[in-house]
């Protein structure tokens, strides 16, 4: 059986940060296993920036004011000592990035270059033009591939085996040969990244965000933490849901609707398009909901006007966004308004940490960081910047957990993986015989829909039971599900089927937490509860699931400093 | 219709037969070709790897003296068009740098402006003569020869610098071949490289590369190749007896240059156009075709 | 036009086939929508990869008609148009292993791509809890080089590593050596040049097919000049390429143009330009060399040559 020290799952951001820092003791064998390749992973589609207090263009800014942001950018909902923690250790870890060689843009004494982004009170975004998360993720492949870090590539993971409350092994699907592997390891580090894709094509995110090592913690005991809170980006391109970036905002893009008022002096007479996304998001929902967008239904739109920053500007410093404009919705935006609506954008919530320090979860050996992880620094709602940001820093302290961790437990028995691997090459067998049933992408297709529908940007009681009802009817046809693909090599069909039901399992959470809290904070927007209920929701929800059913805990939020108040902008 | 005329270096030795075709055919079309006085290697796709400041100075200066003549550049190389079009546009692009390089020209009392356009023959006969015309003109139509039109690379890549047509799929060659009445075969290597770059470096590849270009539109049913750059035409009718050795096929296939091309059709004796001085004899192939025509 | 055809090569680990797909033409859709269509409605089997839809994961490139695209931002109209079609063949791209239909294998070039070092060596002026510091310009030069999304497209159209897969290092691998290479805070950058310049630098063809392809639009022709030149001013003249760029560097100078005759000497030496007699014999016989000629000096050579002086005193802005 193979077996390592530690297993990194996933290879963006957060997973190679943890590689690198948990790959720091020669004494250990550590290896990364991604169903794509590293410099694939969805961290590279990060544009705007990573938020740290350095100071360097506003003397003012600091590691208070960050914290007091994002706490506030959280809807209150963010645990205070782990976001004191975060905003603290950013400006050391922009350095270390730095002299990894992090190509980033320079002001002009030659220090890295920071941007106003929303919901921050100090222009504290450190960016790489447009192109922050792609470079960053580079450079830590490149690093990675300096320190030999052994990565199994294209390896899929299926499953965790837990023995009494303890990590036993993973399980993984080689996919080019069509091998399942059982691998024992003392830790694994759970980087997965979100799991947007719940709403399938009405998302910012890349078509592998389906959240498959969430779905595994959660199979595995682990609870989901705060999954209702769903951020949904304000500015995805109209016909595609593809990112345009928050740095539109940033560097002075305005929103307008059909009678071309700037309609965020509305919604945030002071910030205006540089509220948080939360915020712009709904107002732009509301402008079309109003009727004051162009276009009718699902086909609806406000636009996005560049054009009065200038030729000049444009090409400096927002190349990236100008092409993915011309190239996915045939608009360059020197020249015209470009057509936006809103996209689901990021999960806030996740697997539940249980220590920010470490990034464990309630399962000894099993550690978590980055999207897939709640720790949580973003509560209710996550500033623009702050998630490649979160992705950097908890993965070198999840790498630090892990081998903190790998010293102190020995290598499990691998009893448990073993069968678990066993059950897995039945299922594969089995999903390659099927010839009958219901195609995978049917019941993807009807789930994002109904999440999309009821569960999305507004959301009301009547609606999401009855998208309760649709996942739960989901999740039995999943049963009879057909793949329609015999290969054992490099079958695409089959991983997509785990996938799908990954998203399923995770669906229901979303829509079960979003249910049961009855108020309006950040991301989540209840229509009959528009008031944040502090007296009731302060605090966490908590989702596990026991074999099918899912039992709703919650957990009081960390305060250390602000007392929650409105927030307004 | 009066250009600047660019040689470049090989039509005064080993392409000397481009030089004699390029002129008559010109002549005969009407085409006044100006030689610029003191013209000098455009660098080849060499000289920037040494010193690419030097490499944009000289083409500089080559543009320098059409501008004197007020007239368009021409030339018959697609490496020289290459080189003097990318001079241009750095040139035309960085008011820096062209300060910077004039400083240079003045010295040698020449000044570039960035006035003319560089061409080169294919383009004006497409283009600037229009194949109308060039039909009209034609008192031996090419019936029954089938051509593999050649591009070679630099007529076509990269086209933020060249720009005249699609690289993925030009059609300008194929267009004045038909003009001539010409059949042309389409073959796996038609926008392929000759190699001709790099045949010192890595001669081994490029002999092989050779072969499969010949071979390739010979498999295609071509009569002769036929190339719009010297060196394109030199790597693949010179060296054709070296990269015969690495095939059990044979690979003979005459590499006729454009202007020569045309020539035949305007009703040039194929001695006329310096067709003789091929390494791969074409003579025989276009008395049998042209006879009969 | 009803219906477009895309005939797409598949394999399966054992043999290889063509297969053809219909679909109905839709107006303004991109390549992997049309790759997407087909996997989700007539055939679960085709085994493409794709991830951020974008252009900046690099998952999705193939072939299409021999020529080398990102599935994603490749719009269908532009290559029914470009190719005047109605049937455009999909195949893998080229120069790497197929693992499934049009997925590659990875593995072999990420590990080639060590060969040149790539990641920071970092200079002395930097701190691991400091960072640099680094200038607009200097970043500048760096903005492009890492722009890059090892999407393979370089790889598949490189004309030398398409006769050479070994002895030459992939453009996108060079383009990692040059971005270290003029990075303000590498402390080394002979230990990225060096083996580019072991591994064929001098072999690149001047095919120009990396350029016009990249999606990023890099300027990978002109990165490899730099790092010829850089490879020179480290002492290494001393090669084929080298001495090739030197011989025209010096015939321009001298007479203003390329001296044939001297050209093979200058390049390879003596013994090898012995080895080229018969080659040579063949070109003298059909008069395409004289061996006799020796090019005359060109008119205003004196100005060409104070051209020289000027350029050694510049560095290119």
């Known amino acids: 059986m193979l077996s390592y020290d530690i297993v990194v799952v996933g290879a963006g951001g957060a997973g190679m940060m943890a590689a690198l820092a948990a790959s720091e003791d020669p004494d250990l064998e550590v290896a990364v296993l991604s169903k794509i390749y590293p410099t694939r992973s969805h961290t590279g589609a990060a544009q705007g920036g990573i938020n740290a207090a350095l100071g360097n263009r506003d003397p003012s800014d600091s590691v208070e004011k960050h914290f007091r942001d994002t706490v506030k950018g959280s809807d209150f909902l963010a645990d205070q000592d782990a976001v004191e923690f975060f905003t603290s250790r950013m400006p050391e870890l922009i350095q270390e990035l730095d002299f990894y060689g992090v190509p980033f843009s320079r002001d002009e004494n030659g220090r890295v270059a920071q941007r106003p982004f929303g919901g921050a009170s100090s222009p504290r975004t450190c960016y790489s033009a447009d192109k922050t998360g792609h470079v960053i993720l580079h450079t830590l492949y490149e690093q990675c591939l300096k320190r030999g870090v052994k990565f199994l590539h294209e390896w899929f993971l299926l499953s965790l085996a837990v023995e009494e409350g303890e990590l036993d092994g993973l399980v993984a699907l080689d996919m080019r040969s069509g091998a399942i592997h059982p691998i024992q390891a003392k830790a694994a580090v759970i980087a997965t990244g979100g799991f947007g894709r719940i709403y399938w094509n009405r998302t910012t995110n890349a078509l592998n965000m389906t959240g498959d090592g969430t779905a595994a913690c959660f199979d595995a005991g682990i609870p989901l933490k705060d999954p209702e809170f769903v951020q949904f980006h304000p500015t ?288 989540h927007a209840r229509a009959d509860y528009p008031k944040r209920d502090d007296g009731r929701f302060l605090k966490h929800t908590l989702i596990y699931k026991k074999g099918d059913d899912y039992i709703l805990q919650y957990e009081p939020v960390k305060i250390t400093k602000y007392r929650p108040e409105e927030r307004k902008y | 219709m009066r250009y600047g005329f660019f040689p470049g270096c090989t039509l005064e030795s080993a392409a000397k037969e481009l030089m004699i075709s390029t002129k008559k055919v010109a002549a005969a079309l009407g085409i006044e070709l100006v030689e610029l006085e003191g013209w000098t290697c455009c660098g080849a796709s060499h000289i920037q790897d040494v010193d690419d400041f030097l490499a944009t100075s000289i083409n500089a200066r080559n543009i320098a003296l059409a501008e004197q003549l007020d007239a368009p550049l021409l030339t018959v190389c697609n490496t020289c068009t290459l080189m003097l ?95 001539l009445g010409a059949e042309c075969v389409d073959f796996d290597q038609r926008l392929a490289c000759c190699g001709f770059h790099a045949v010192f470096p890595a001669e081994k590849e490029v002999m092989k590369l050779t072969g499969i270009n010949c071979l390739s539109s010979k498999d295609a049913g071509a009569d002769c190749l036929v190339t719009p750059c010297p060196l394109c035409q030199m790597q693949l009718d010179m060296y054709q007896p070296d990269a015969q050795r690495g095939f059990d096929q044979d690979i003979t296939v005459p590499i006729l240059h454009l202007p020569q091309l045309v020539g035949l059709a305007l009703g040039f004796e194929p001695a006329e156009l310096g067709i003789g001085r091929h390494i791969v004899d074409a003579i025989p192939l276009l008395r049998k075709k042209l006879v009969t025509a | 036009m009803d219906t477009v055809t895309l005939r797409i090569k598949r394999y399966d680990g054992v043999k290889e086939w063509y297969q053809e797909y219909q679909l109905p ?233 390329l001296n044939e005759v001297t050209l093979p000497m200058k390049t390879e030496g003596f013994v090898s330009t012995m080895n080229r007699i018969p080659f040579a014999l063949r070109l003298i016989r059909k008069g395409k060399i004289n061996p006799l000629h020796m090019p005359r000096e060109v008119e205003g050579i004196e100005g060409v040559r104070k051209i020289y002086e000027h350029a050694q005193g510049v560095k290119e802005p």
């Open chain 1, 236 to 523: 995805g391109l109209a016909s595609s849901g593809i990112l345009m970036s928050e740095a539109c905002r940033g560097e002075g893009g305005h929103l307008l609707n059909k009678e071309g008022e700037r309609f965020m002096a509305r919604y945030a007479p002071e910030k205006m398009e540089l509220g948080p996304r939360d915020l712009v998001s709904r107002a732009i929902e509301t402008e079309i909901k109003e009727g004051r967008g162009f276009g009718e239904g699902i086909g609806a739109y406000v636009q996005m006007d560049l054009r009065h920053l200038g030729k000049e500007k444009i090409l400096e410093r927002l190349p990236q966004v100008r092409a993915l404009a011309m190239h996915f919705e045939g608009v360059d935006i020197i020249e015209e308004p470009v057509p936006i609506r809103p996209s689901c954008h990021y999960m806030m919530g996740g697997i539940h940490v249980v220590d920010y320090k470490t990034c464990r979860t309630p399962i000894e050996g099993i550690l978590a960081a980055g999207e897939c992880a709640c720790i949580s620094i973003h509560g209710a709602n996550r500033l623009g910047g702050n998630s490649v940001a979160d992705v950097v820093l908890f993965g070198k302290y999840a790498g630090l957990g892990a081998r903190e961790i790998a010293k102190q437990r020995s290598l499990p028995s691998g009893k448990k993986v073993k069968k678990e691997a066993d059950r897995w090459i039945k299922t594969f067998d089995r999903m390659r015989r099927k010839t009958e049933g219901i195609p995978v992408t049917e019941i993807r297709d009807k789930m994002a829909e109904t999440m999309w529908n009821n569960v999305g940007i507004f959301r009301r009681e009547s609606e999401m039971k009855e998208a309760l009802e649709t996942v739960g009817r989901l999740l039995e046809d999943y049963q009879d599900a057909c793949i329609g693909d015999t290969s054992v090599r490099y079958n695409l069909a089959f991983v997509h089927y785990v996938e799908v039901g990954n998203l399923l399992k995770l669906a229901k959470a979303v829509a079960l937490g979003a249910l049961h809290r009855k108020e309006s904070r950040g991301s």
């Open chain 2, 85 to 179: 079009r990318t001079a241009k546009q750095k040139l035309d692009r960085n008011e820096q740098l062209k300060k910077r390089v004039n400083q240079g020209l003045a010295e040698a009392g020449v000044e570039y402006r960035g006035t003319v356009e560089i061409t080169h023959f294919l383009w004006v006969l497409v283009k600037d003569y229009g194949l109308d015309r060039l039909k009209e003109k034609v008192k031996r139509p090419l019936e029954g020869l089938k051509v593999a039109n050649f591009y070679g690379c630099h007529i076509l890549r990269p086209p933020q610098i060249m720009g005249f047509e699609n690289p993925l799929n030009p059609q300008s060659m194929e267009r004045v071949a038909e003009a």
């Open chain 3, 25 to 257: 033409y839709e107006k303004g859709k991109t390549l992997l929508y049309s790759l997407t269509k087909i996997r989700e409605e007539l055939d679960p089997t085709l085994t493409f990869s794709a991830a951020c839809r974008h252009a900046i994961c690099g998952s999705c490139a193939v072939r299409v008609n021999g020529n080398a695209f990102l599935a994603c931002k490749t719009s269908l109209d532009q290559l029914l148009e470009t190719f005047e079609t109605e049937r455009l063949t999909l195949e893998p791209l080229n120069n790497f292993p197929v693992i499934r239909d049009l997925v590659v294998d990875w593995e072999p070039k990420l590990e080639r791509m060590k060969a040149v070092r790539p990641w920071l060596i970092p200079s002395e002026d930097g701190d691991p809890s400091e960072g640099f510091r680094q200038s607009p310009e200097d970043f500048r030069k760096i903005a492009s080089p890492t722009d890059c999304i090892l999407c393979g497209i370089c790889s598949s159209e490189c004309g030398q590593l398409s006769l050479n897969q070994e002895g030459y290092l992939d453009p996108f691998i060079l383009n990692k050596a040059y971005r270290f290479a003029v990075d303000s805070r590498d402390a080394a950058p002979e230990e990225h040049i060096r083996p580019a310049l072991e591994k064929g630098l001098w072999k690149c063809l001047h095919c120009m097919e990396c350029v016009t392809k990249c999606p990023k639009e890099i300027d990978l022709a002109g990165e490899n000049a730099y790092l010829r030149q850089a490879s020179i001013q480290m002492g290494e003249r001393d090669n084929k390429g080298a001495r090739h760029a030197y011989a025209f560097v010096e015939d321009v100078k001298s007479k203003g143009r």
